[in-house]
């Protein structure tokens, strides 16, 4: 399992291992995973062209001591500092002592830890609390890090599970079927070339300074021929976007992008994106995830992902702040029925779903409870026809829900339409005292303010952006650039196990860490896939499994099956596609 944890924990952290430290030495770990993860990138150090983005902070210091590292082994390496006057002093030291050269920027003015407006001077204030100052040339300690065998990889597997760089993922993680390629490429998912922004106008071209001695006189010049350039711009105690010097100098990488520890400009607790920002093609991230790089916005610009081993680990707190389930976490939830089971011992879900003028849903809803382990489904409503010729395994009863029989859970809206009879089976059902999962038209007969903890059992709602902007009152794209709030504030809001649908699905529960499901994909976005997806949650319910951990394993399997039918370079596809290849997907997770 993946797991990430807040700045303010990480910062909580390192100061306790930092006491229990020589003075710099967590900052050279750091910066030694790093210089092995670009020199794994990089593929030949001796020889190439690095460039390094240097803001005030810690962040600048990894990525000076890393370009000392490279340097000492042949590269041609050129530091640009974006704000001269605080760029950290025993890296800067350790650079030109290995031969590295320095440029800078005219005025001084960029990100570095503090929010400013566009154009404006650097915050004030000391340096970004972490990792603190390292000894001029020190030597990295034991956990250092060398970068992954096997291959090439930017650091192992990206945050979804793809192979980065075109190299072979990090050992454990195998690579999952049509996913992107990071280095040298776009960023996955971002459909915009390695080295770009997210947003925003172009910067004023402000000129460029002779840095001293070494400077070579054109900072620009030197990020655009270099092979790879570091971001080391921001660190995770950034907020808001790029300033315009640092804005335009990213623009003009041509490269490999590595950040350090996250993309300067993007928030490592919410994965927001307020403005410019960096898209890197890998994202070198030291002692934890933040959670930042597992959702979107944020994620899209996070590329390949290699965690480095600082530490860390002995001084986080045991309940992290975030979780992305992997293969292993999945199938050791799965149900399996033993040699005793029957049918009914192994769930019966009932889906409540369709109608005259939306028959489909009842259809793609059942077809996905018929593929999520329980052993069997009662379907109740006016599709029965329609569901019984396509699946006549399904048990159906015309209503209302109440007199249909027996079952372990409920799935209860896609399609359901909104008159007196759907308001009627939605209270039916919420009467209930089974595992209830609450969907699409169901959520928008859900009463104003229901609280659900009164129900005797668990409730999960799969809201996507819109919907659940409807049951917060805020708009749409409040939502979409904030979906870690709003996930949190829907669990609490309705005292429910809520399921976030969209680019990045979260699924929260009051008092436990956020899930975020790493296995989506765009082609997702087609009608009637949520319908699927229900489904097969309310079967996982009825198999026994807890709210929270029927939400993760089937937006993991759901997603999975979405890339198994899209591979292996993505194509269209239609929900009953995803149905039908959910059979297979789980047999690969057990594999």
């Not at 690095?50 to 005030?56: H, K, W």
């Not at 025993?90 to 929010?115: K, P």
Request: glycine letters at 18%; one cysteine or more; charged letters at 20%.
């Amino acid at each position: 399992m993946r797991i990430a944890y807040s700045v303010e924990t990480v910062r909580a952290a390192e100061r306790e291992l930092m006491a229990r430290l020589p003075q710099g030495a967590l900052m050279q770990r750091a910066a030694a995973g790093l210089a092995a993860a670009c020199a794994d990138l990089l593929g030949r150090v001796y020889g190439s062209r690095v460039a390094l983005l240097v803001g005030s902070g810690d962040n600048g210091g990894d990525a000076l001591y890393a370009g000392a590292r490279l340097a000492r082994r042949g590269a041609g390496v050129t530091a640009v500092l974006l704000n001269p006057d605080r760029a950290h002093g025993g890296g800067l030291a350790a650079l030109r002592a290995a031969g590295g050269r320095v440029a800078t920027v005219g005025g001084g003015a960029a990100g570095g830890g503090g929010t400013a407006a566009s154009g404006g001077a650097a915050a004030s204030g000391g340096p970004m609390a972490g990792r603190g100052p390292a000894a001029d040339g020190g030597t990295a300690t034991a956990g250092g890090a060398a970068a992954g065998s096997g291959g090439r990889a930017a650091g192992g597997t990206a945050a979804d599970g793809t192979a980065a760089a075109g190299g072979a993922a990090a050992a454990g993680g195998a690579a999952a079927a049509g996913g992107a390629a990071a280095g040298g490429g776009q960023a996955p998912g971002s459909g915009q070339a390695a080295g770009g922004v997210a947003s925003g106008s172009a910067a004023a071209d402000r000129g460029l300074t002779d840095g001293g001695s070494e400077a070579n006189g054109d900072a620009e010049a030197a990020v655009a021929r270099a092979d790879l350039v570091i971001d080391g711009i921001v660190g995770i105690g950034g907020k808001g976007g790029l300033r315009p010097d640092a804005e335009r100098l990213v623009r003009a990488v041509r490269g490999i992008l590595v950040a350090v520890d996250l993309p300067s400009g993007v928030d490592a607790d919410t994965g927001e994106v307020r403005g410019s920002a960096v898209r890197a093609d890998a994202t070198i991230t030291f002692g934890t995830y933040k959670p930042g790089l597992l959702i979107d916005p944020a994620h899209t610009h996070a590329g390949a992902l290699r965690l480095i081993d600082i530490g860390l680990d002995a001084h986080l707190p045991a309940d992290p702040d975030l979780e992305a389930l992997q293969h292993e976490d999945v199938a050791a939830l799965l149900p399996r029925p033993s040699a005793e089971s029957d049918k009914y011992r192994r769930g019966v879900v009932g889906v409540v779903a369709g109608s005259a003028r939306y028959p489909g849903a009842a259809v793609l809803a059942v077809s996905g409870a018929l593929r999520g382990g329980a052993g069997a489904v009662r379907y109740v409503g006016p599709a029965a026809d329609t569901v019984i010729a396509r699946f006549p395994e399904t048990l159906v009863h015309s209503g209302p829900p109440a007199k249909a029989g027996r079952v372990q859970s409920w799935v209860v809206g896609p399609g359901l339409g909104d008159g007196a009879a759907a308001k009627h089976s939605l209270e039916d059902v919420l009467a209930s005292d089974v595992p209830v999962l609450v969907d699409a038209d169901g959520l928008h007969l859900l009463p104003a303010g229901s609280d659900l903890r009164k129900r005797e059992a668990a409730t999960v709602l799969t809201p996507h952006a819109g919907e659940a902007a409807a049951l917060l009152g805020v708009s749409r794209e409040e939502v979409e650039a904030g979906r870690l709030a709003a996930v949190r504030a829907l669990a609490e809001r309705y005292g429910a196990t809520v399921l976030l649908k969209g680019s990045t699905t979260l699924v929260a529960a009051e008092h436990q860490p956020v899930r975020v499901n790493p296995t989506g994909v765009g082609w997702l976005a087609t009608a009637g896939s949520g319908d699927v997806l229900s489904g097969l949650i309310g079967s996982l319910l009825a198999t026994g499994l807890p709210a929270r951990d029927a939400a993760s394993v089937g937006a993991y399997l759901h997603g999975l099956a979405a890339r198994r039918t899209t591979a292996p370079h993505g194509a269209p596809i239609a929900a009953y596609d995803v149905s039908t290849a959910l059979t297979d997907t789980w047999r690969d997770v057990l594999a």
